[in-house]
DNA sequence: AAGATCGTCAACCGCCATTAA
DNA sequence: ATTAATGGCGGTTGACGATCT
């Protein structure tokens, strides 16, 4: 292959020399899966050679464990796996090895390259930084509902979710609108104008779903004001709602949902799709903007929220 | 149709900790 | 006890296909 280097003078450079970078071939996968399955893994550098590959330890290592294993997924991300990424890094931040021990099959990689291409990218969008609190405000009480949605009916979800979980295992509007809140406030994160964006988005995925809402919902910035009671999706209304964790962040998001605890507890009887209000001016319909769609492809906020900026 | 831009992901790099000699 | 080799991890790069203009 093109990376193949030219020899020099001694033989330990010779060797170096002759090392091969760049994209495994076929060839090499076979040679590399079939002294594995003969000899098992370990010693990397002298199974290389031993496998007659010309290659570094590190490069079969990693090309075994992010690849060639058996027991290594492929595909996209469930909803359940997202939703364990973004919990598990609320938790521990970038370890991303410690991380993929609790998704099985999947490589610290492959988690890597979903927080940065996804995840980061929608902290690019919304000119804030991804380990922001008020970044993660919006993971909390944005995206996480809305993957707790899509993993509705997902039988393997509720006992994934009680054993791994440490984040709300329900939000609600109020939460959501207090994340808006907490980007407002953070100074230097974000536009002025961002959590108007976001309002914007509410009203929009209100609007957008008129035939259904338009005379029963009010505006976003209505419900900021009044809501103080509200329900969550009936299948976690039941379940703990725990903050586990030693660090500043997690100490800033156990306070910050301290709120959500209590609007959880309250909303205990509430029905699920009511977001009825003290007031009594805020009832969301089943179809309510949390669905219809707008889960299904949760990165797409971003692109939304853009969109709506520029109009 | 073609070039530019974007998104994804496999692979590499450098650092640090552990292990073996 | 010291040192070199090795493994593991997180950060970064670059190739390549998809999409946009």
Redesign the pocket.
């Known amino acids: 292959m093109s990376?193949l280097r030219k020899s020099s003078t001694s033989s330990s450079e010779d060797d170096a020399e002759q090392l091969?970078?760049?994209?495994?071939t076929l060839e090499e996968d076979s040679l590399l899966i079939h002294y594995i399955a003969r000899h098992g893994e370990?010693?990397?550098?002298?199974?290389a050679k031993r496998a007659g590959l010309r290659?570094?330890?590190?490069?079969c290592?990693?090309?075994w464990?992010?690849?060639l294993k058996p027991d290594v997924k492929?595909g996209?991300l469930t909803p359940q796996e997202q939703f364990l990424i973004l919990d598990l890094h609320s938790k521990w931040g970038?370890?991303?090895?410690?991380i993929?021990q609790h998704l099985p099959g999947r490589?610290?990689?492959?988690i890597?390259?979903?927080w940065?291409?996804?995840v980061q990218?929608q902290a690019r969008h919304l000119k804030v930084d991804a380990n922001s609190t008020a970044f993660q405000n919006v993971i909390r009480c944005y995206w996480i509902p809305r993957l707790l949605q899509k993993m509705e009916g997902s039988s393997s979800f509720s006992s994934m979710a009680s054993e791994n979980s440490t984040v709300p295992q329900s939000l609600d509007q109020a939460s959501q609108h207090q994340a808006l809140m907490t980007l407002q406030q953070v100074p230097g994160q974000g536009p002025g104008n961002l959590s108007e964006a976001v309002q914007n988005l509410d009203h929009q995925e209100q609007n957008s779903d008129s035939e259904h809402c338009a005379s029963s919902c009010v505006s976003s910035s209505e419900s900021m004001n009044n809501i103080s009671q509200i329900s969550q999706f009936a299948e976690y209304q039941t379940s703990p709602f725990r903050i586990i964790g030693n660090n500043d962040y997690n100490n800033t998001l156990a306070k910050d949902c301290y709120y959500d605890m209590e609007a959880i507890n309250l909303a205990s009887t509430s029905a699920p799709g009511d977001f009825a209000n003290p007031v009594g001016d805020c009832h969301m319909p089943e179809n309510n903007w949390f669905s219809n769609g707008f889960a299904d492809d949760l990165?797409s906020m971003g692109e939304l929220w853009e969109l709506r900026n520029l109009n």
């Open positions: 990376s091969r970078r760049g994209p495994w370990g010693r990397w550098n002298s199974l290659r570094t330890g590190k490069s290592r990693l090309r464990l992010n690849y492929r996209n970038n370890r991303w090895s410690k993929a490589t610290d990689n492959e890597k390259n979903y940065r291409t996804r990218k990165w």
